[in-house]
């Protein structure tokens, strides 16, 4: 079950990012205080994944009923991934997909023309399911990820047609036949 922000209590959602990011990321986790600045800046979308069964009962919501978190910043035109984690006991299980998808269609409600991504070029799992998304790399960012510098591929999707060249309204094109 997908909870956004406001449905959890603001600790709780701290903690469970925190918690994840600790366990996937290490030394590059977000601190805590990182993690609150981005949950309370503006134009920011984040969403929880918990176990239906934990989501229906009813009852509080803990840090660890999280399994994975997923966000993005929107300004206007493009909608940025700024972080995702999946607990390493519940990867492999779709539930990536199922954040990064309500993700994309959220975006695609709000008017976001494009959505883009950071990726470090060694994370393959990452790779193939953003390529799968419909991603595709339009750059590297050299020695990104730091203090190892190690590159990421920037990768976009695009979530409304960009009009290329001069299209003629159809009515007057229809009149210019007749």
């Not at 919501?61 to 999946?86: K, N």
């Not at 709000?110 to 750059?139: Q, S």
């Not at 590297?140 to 976009?156: F, K, T, W």
Request: some cysteine.
């Amino acid at each position: 079950m997908l909870l956004a922000l406001d449905d959890l209590d603001r600790e709780t959602a701290v903690a469970a990012v925190r918690a994840l990011e600790t366990e996937l990321f290490g030394c590059h986790a977000w601190s805590e205080r990182a993690i609150r600045d981005e949950l309370a800046a503006p134009a920011r979308t984040y969403l929880f994944d918990v176990p239906d069964a934990v989501g229906g009962q009813g009852r509080a919501i803990a840090a660890s009923d999280v399994r994975g978190f997923a966000g993005y910043w929107y300004d206007g035109d493009d909608a940025e991934i700024m972080d995702v984690g999946v607990g390493k006991a519940h990867q492999r299980q779709g539930i990536a997909l199922g954040l990064m998808r309500a993700m994309i269609d959220r975006a695609r409600l709000e008017g976001a023309r494009r959505m883009l991504l950071e990726v470090a070029v060694d994370n393959e799992p990452a790779i193939a399911l953003y390529e799968r998304l419909g991603f595709e790399r339009i750059g590297l960012r050299r020695r990104y990820y730091q203090p190892e510098g190690i590159d990421a591929h920037v990768m976009a999707l695009e979530l409304a047609p960009h009009p290329v060249g001069f299209a003629v309204p159809q009515r007057a094109n229809d009149e210019q036949t007749n």
